[in-house]
T-cell receptor, first 111, second 114 residues
């Protein structure tokens, strides 16, 4: 499974944008980039995913570098509820459905 | 639509004992995956069941076993418990008809082995 690298922790202020980076220099052409987050005392939840183009949904935006070796999860206006551990995961479209989690980034939101 | 549920929420076992954890998948989902999450770590894949058959396994010993039932609910069994088995056990359901295979996680079962 291709590996991702994320900062251990980040901090931001409420109502400000947050940019969470992820490096995946060994990504293959069939790997999708997925983001999940885990709120305190809960199981992980799906946030967003993409292959090559930037993606937007109601929760966040995903910006993917042109060479696909890095990506950034963007929370446009952070709230206290966005405080969580964010995981960047690569998934081969033809592979098993398992998710390979790294350490993730612990995001703290200051009021 | 009912989400993924797990039982029990917490339990405490003694080293050497056996434990069974249960998971009910989200309505319409025929695939269940189990993960182990040690404190401060990301979840680690244990195994996956699809239509009552094991469909992939992570790096866990055979004393970790599972079942999936015709209604797609699932059990995780761990024999000969060790102290290192203390963790949060997460169940996730999905369906292969979802092309990006989004997984829906339950809240987990916190197992403490003493």
């Amino acid at each position: 499974d291709a590996k991702t690298t994320q900062p251990n922790s980040m901090e931001s202020n409420e109502e400000e944008p947050v940019h969470l980076p992820c490096n995946h220099s060994t990504i293959s052409g069939t790997d999708y980039i997925h983001w999940y987050r885990q709120l305190p005392s809960q199981g992980p939840e799906y946030v967003i995913h993409g292959l090559t183009s930037n993606v937007n949904n109601r929760m966040a935006s995903l910006a993917i570098a042109e060479d696909r070796k890095s990506s950034t999860l963007i929370l446009h206006r952070a709230t206290l509820r966005d405080a969580a551990v964010y995981y960047c995961i690569l998934r081969d479209v033809g592979g098993a459905q398992k998710l390979v989690f790294g350490q993730g980034t612990r995001l703290t939101i200051n009021p | 639509e009912t989400g993924v549920t797990q039982s029990p929420t917490h339990l405490i076992k003694t080293r050497g004992q056996q434990v069974t954890l249960r998971c009910s998948s989200q309505s319409g989902h025929n695939t269940v995956s189990w993960y182990q999450q040690a404190l401060g770590q990301g979840p680690q894949f244990i195994f996956q069941y699809y239509r009552e058959e094991e469909n992939g396994r992570g790096n866990f010993p055979p004393r970790f076993s599972g079942l999936q039932f015709p209604n797609y609910s699932s059990e995780l069994n761990v024999n000969a418990l060790e102290l290192d088995d203390s963790a949060l056990y997460l169940c996730a359901s999905s369906t292969p008809t979802s092309w990006h295979y989004e997984q829906y996680f339950g809240p987990g079962t916190r197992l403490t082995v003493t």
